[in-house]
Nanobody, 122 residues
């Protein structure tokens, strides 16, 4: 069973940066999502476990980077030049049986973490 735990959220000023972590083992694909108040959960980025191929949404690709550290069984989402609209709950999700094929979508992942809150102040 895939177990996921996010960390690294908190309060940050606009223009700063943060790194979110997702402790995940036993997966083939891990994705990051964001849900802002009043909005649907949106896929941000995904990464394969076997070849580290990544997929990042066009809307964030100039500021968001997804990576992984196999030794720590952790997938990271690095966010730079944060904006107030980056505020929201960030979730990681994982799939055990198949590789990532593109920008993550909510219906693709069977396993989800509890989320970590990010608040960006202007």
């Amino acid at each position: 069973q895939v177990q996921l735990q996010e960390s690294g959220g908190g309060s940050v000023q606009a223009g700063g940066s943060l790194r979110l972590s997702c402790a995940a083992s036993g997966y083939r694909c891990v994705g990051w999502f964001r849900q802002s108040p009043g909005k649907e959960r949106e896929g941000l980025a995904s990464i394969n476990a076997d070849d580290s191929r990544t997929f990042v949404a066009d809307s964030v690709k100039d500021r968001f980077t997804i990576s992984r550290d196999d030794a720590k069984n952790t997938v990271y989402l690095q966010v730079s030049s944060v904006k107030p609209e980056d505020s929201g709950m960030y979730y990681c999700a994982a799939a055990r049986w198949y590789r990532c094929a593109g920008i993550p979508t909510t219906g693709t992942f069977p396993d989800w973490g509890q989320g970590t809150q990010v608040t960006v102040s202007s």
